[in-house]
């Protein structure tokens, strides 16, 4: 069965360190997300995208951070320059056309933590 | 502006015991309602969801939810539960597709713990 996958599963940086995060969504899927879970705290949506532009994004998603869908296959969130606050689980989610596919479901990936030292 | 408020933070419960897990939302508008469940250090899987027809929708892993206009309530039910269904299960609503997303509005969680 097709999966999302995102690397590393682990992250660790130094507070103003750049870092990207890499998610690869299901091959035939069109909408992508990113959602964070800080330790012990909800999940929360960050930032959609389609059609090579962003969608919607939050109030979380601020100048710090970028999406981008480089190669067809990837799908990068980057924050330029990292916070101890930005350490979180960060999730990469894809869903399909749902007026094709008539699925509404948004598929997640596995995670990354990033931890901001 | 869709909220979730899932009631409980902790469900203990024995082996064998039935089980509900209660979510109610709040939205001016009709909502989109899944349930995903989180295992240790895992991703989000969904167990079900509501789009349109019967109030009663059944999902993976023997666990049904029902949806209640009226109360504004997705509250899910399990009516056996085993030892591997301990893991954190998050309600969430969706405004709906509409200009190309689907953003996911998350309550914040309850964790199941089965004991034996």
């Known amino acids: 069965e097709p999966e999302v996958t995102q690397t590393p599963s682990h992250q660790v940086t130094q507070m103003g360190q750049e870092v990207i995060l890499r998610c690869v969504p299901i091959s035939n899927h069109l909408y992508f997300y990113w959602y964070r879970q800080i330790l012990g705290q909800k999940v929360e949506f960050l930032v959609s995208?389609?059609?090579?532009?962003?969608?919607?994004k939050s109030e979380i998603f601020d100048d710090q951070f970028s999406v981008e869908r480089p190669d067809g296959s990837n799908f990068t969130l980057k924050i330029r320059s990292t916070k101890l606050e930005d350490s979180a689980m960060y999730f990469c989610?894809?869903?399909?056309?749902?007026?094709?596919?008539?699925?509404?479901?948004?598929?997640f990936g596995p995670g990354t933590r990033l931890t901001v030292t | 502006a869709q909220s979730v408020t899932q009631l409980d933070s902790q469900v203990p419960v024995f082996e064998e015991a039935p089980v509900e897990l209660r979510c109610n939302y709040s939205?001016?508008?009709?909502?989109?309602l899944f349930w995903y469940v989180q295992y240790p250090n895992q991703g989000l899987q969904l167990l079900l969801k509501?789009?349109?027809?019967?109030?009663l929708v059944k999902g993976i892993n023997g666990f049904e939810a029902e949806f209640n206009k009226s109360q504004t309530s997705f509250h899910l039910r399990k009516p056996s539960v085993h030892i591997s269904d301990t893991a954190e299960y998050f309600c969430a609503v969706s405004p709906g597709f509409s200009g190309g997303y689907n953003k996911l509005i998350f309550g914040a969680g309850t964790r199941l713990a089965v004991h034996p």
């Open positions: 989610a894809s869903s399909p056309n749902p007026y094709e596919a008539g699925d509404y479901e948004q598929y």
């Open positions: 939205s001016s508008v009709s909502v989109y």
């Open positions: 995208f389609y059609n090579n532009e962003i969608s919607e």
């Open positions: 509501y789009l349109s027809g019967s109030t």
